[in-house]
């Protein structure tokens, strides 16, 4: 994981994403759902040997952008 591995607890990151959810929802008229913070957690570990940033280019295939 990158040096920001420990800058925020993973409540912390919950409530991020769920603040980018609510306020991108907002704009496309969608509700926005509440993060688990155990779902952190375990997104965490899955990744815990992830070294570096990921691009912008890999992200957009994992989860590739739709209207």
Same mark, same amino acid.
């Given at each position: 994981?990158?040096?920001?591995?420990?800058?925020?607890?993973?409540?912390?990151i919950?409530a991020?994403?769920? =603040?980018?959810?609510?306020?991108?929802g907002?704009?496309k008229?969608?509700?926005?759902t509440? &993060?688990?913070p155990?779902?952190?957690?375990?997104?965490?570990?899955?990744i815990k040997?992830?070294?570096?940033? =990921?691009?912008?280019?890999? &992200?957009?295939?994992?989860?590739?952008?739709?209207?």
């Amino acid at each position: 994981m990158t040096g920001f591995e420990h800058m925020l607890t993973d409540e912390e990151i919950a409530a991020v994403i769920f =603040y980018v959810k609510e306020h991108l929802g907002w704009i496309k008229g969608r509700p926005a759902t509440t &993060i688990d913070p155990d779902f952190v957690t375990k997104i965490r570990h899955e990744i815990k040997d992830r070294e570096g940033f =990921y691009m912008v280019e890999e &992200i957009l295939e994992m989860h590739p952008m739709v209207d």
